[in-house]
């Protein structure tokens, strides 16, 4: 038993030294990231007073450090605070990586989570996981060491993640007759706030292109999460998955959750050049 044991957590070291990742990988995701907070971030600026003055009005004992913007000391220069934070996600940007950056990042991400909760969708969800798990990658590693080891298993958790959403979103949707028979997307066009009726075709109105419009979407679910590790097929997966979530932003009133899903994908992508960035 602790014979097979040891070949099994064996054989999965050896399984996690093995993998390759390059550096641009953690470079461009991390960047990539950043820049969709600064830009959410800025989006929100004429609503702020709105948005915390309602977080303020519901929740009156805010003293957990992921939530200081809602702390005393902030009531009356919660705007200098949201413009200071502005200036560092920017600096995160263009800057190299460290850790206790990453996880001040993260700290300000849970705010704009805080904020905003209860006028978001997915995309905020997904965008904050990711920039927790940036907080524990490295770029610049020697391969084989245990930092390397550490960044191919932040990195593998990740794509699982992205994976696991692909396949809970097919779950759902495949047992619901709406989408197995295409109506879903009857109701979907006809709501001016939700779809963009300045970019929606005529021909999506159409029932028989919203059966296969549905099942499209139902088949991209399910396919990415079982197909993406085979690598001939990677790309191929790569390039309709980005034209799916572009369509999903383009015309759906949620391109943030589209543009989340496609920087996704640069963990799936892969570099040819091995860049040190340390």
């Not at 014979?3 to 550096?23: C, H, P, R, S, V």
């Not at 919660?78 to 263009?94: G, N, P, Q, T």
């Not at 006809?190 to 300045?198: C, D, I, R, S, V």
Request: charged fraction near 10%; hydrophobic fraction near 50%; glycine fraction near 4%.
């Amino acid at each position: 038993m602790k014979a097979a044991l040891y070949k099994t957590l064996n054989g999965f070291q050896n399984w996690i030294e093995g993998y390759t990742f390059e550096d641009k990988n953690i470079l461009w995701f991390r960047r990539c990231c950043y820049s969709i907070l600064l830009l959410k971030m800025l989006l929100i600026w004429p609503e702020l007073t709105l948005f915390y003055e309602h977080v303020i009005s519901q929740h009156s004992n805010l003293l957990l450090p992921h939530k200081w913007m809602f702390l005393s000391v902030f009531k009356n220069h919660y705007i200098y605070y949201w413009l200071i934070s502005c200036f560092i996600v920017l600096y995160a940007v263009v800057s190299k990586s460290s850790q206790v950056l990453s996880i001040l990042i993260f700290s300000i991400s849970f705010n704009y989570f805080s904020l905003i909760n209860g006028a978001t969708n997915n995309g905020d969800k997904i965008l904050n996981v990711f920039i927790f798990m940036i907080i524990f990658l490295k770029y610049g590693t020697k391969f084989g060491s245990v930092r390397h080891m550490v960044n191919n298993a932040v990195l593998l958790i990740l794509q699982f993640y992205i994976c696991i959403l692909y396949l809970y979103n097919f779950q759902g949707k495949i047992l619901q007759p709406a989408w197995r028979d295409g109506s879903c997307f009857e109701n979907v066009w006809n709501l001016p706030y939700f779809a963009n009726p300045t970019l929606v075709p005529g021909f999506l109105v159409n029932q028989n292109f919203h059966f296969l419009t549905a099942w499209s979407v139902l088949l991209f679910e399910l396919a990415f999460p079982l197909f993406i590790w085979i690598k001939p097929l990677r790309k191929s997966l790569l390039i309709i998955g980005i034209l799916f979530h572009l369509g999903i932003s383009l015309l759906l009133s949620i391109p943030d959750f589209g543009i989340t899903m496609i920087v996704g994908y640069i963990l799936f992508y892969k570099f040819k050049n091995r860049n040190n960035y340390s």
